[in-house]
T-cell receptor
Framework: DAGITQSPRYKITETGRQVTLMCHQT?????MFWYRQDLGHGLRLIYY???????DKGEVPDGYVVSRSKTENFPLTLESATRSQTSVYFC????????????FGPGTRLTVT | QKEVEQNSGPLSVPEGAIASLNCTYS??????FFWYRQYSGKSPELIMS????GDKEDGRFTAQLNKASQYVSLLIRDSQPSDSATYLC????????????FGAGTRLAVHP
């Protein structure tokens, strides 16, 4: 009963490098989401996906790319990391009565130097 | 801009007291509302969902929804030090495609 997992849990990278954060869920949830959480801003939606091969932008998509070739995986790529992308990244998926109840992964703490 | 507003706190209550956390939302078409608890360094954890006006109770937690006033609250009875965390309010906006809009959270501190 793994639920939703993220990897890596911690990552330090340099400015300009490409980095991919992984998200995997075992519930077969249709919807998956990527958020970043920064002090003073709360949770902000980066991208979301309604199903495999269907993705859409959230509130703060610039500098990020997503793909979803399989229902259970939703990787987030920073094509050329910047210091402003230092943050904690959470992946979530929906389930429950309203299909809007989101369940979060443990998060990835990313530091861009 | 659809928004969810919360007082950032900290809200400090003594052990055993009732903690009252409040949230307002701007999108009158929002239908579903959620409370998440987030311990420091951890991910948000869903603790309550509420979909209709009135109260919903689950153990020591009661969620209250007033759509006319666009107001959601969470009451925690018999507060314990283990309840010390940040509480996030979230609303599903109209036409939201299962997206949620989160408030910035209220930090609760329960002192012995």
């Amino acid at each position: 009963d793994a639920g939703i997992t993220q990897s890596p849990r911690y990552k330090i990278t340099e400015t300009g490098r490409q980095v991919t954060l992984m998200c995997h869920q075992t519930w077969s949830h249709s919807y998956m989401f990527w958020y970043r959480q920064d002090l003073g801003h709360g949770l902000r939606l980066i991208y979301y996906s309604a199903a495999a091969d269907i993705t859409d932008k959230g509130e703060v998509p610039d500098g990020y790319v997503v793909s979803r070739s399989k229902t259970e995986n939703f990787p987030l790529t920073l094509e050329s990391a910047t210091r402003s992308q230092t943050s904690v990244y959470f992946c979530a998926s929906t389930g429950g009565r309203s299909q809007a109840e989101q369940y979060f992964g443990p998060g990835t703490r990313l530091t861009v130097t | 801009q659809k928004e969810v507003e919360q007082n950032s706190g900290p809200l400090s209550v003594p052990e055993g007291a009732i903690a009252s956390l409040n949230c307002t939302y701007s999108d009158r078409g929002s239908q579903s509302f959620f409370w998440y608890r987030q311990y420091s360094g951890k991910s948000p954890e869903l603790i309550m969902s509420i979909y209709s006006n009135g109260d919903k109770e689950d153990g020591r937690f009661t969620a209250q929804l007033n759509k006319a006033s666009q107001y959601v609250s969470l009451l925690i009875r018999d507060s314990q030090p283990s309840d010390s965390a940040t509480y996030l309010c979230a609303a599903q906006p109209s036409g939201g495609y299962n997206k949620l809009i989160f408030g910035a959270g209220t930090r609760l501190a329960v002192h012995p």
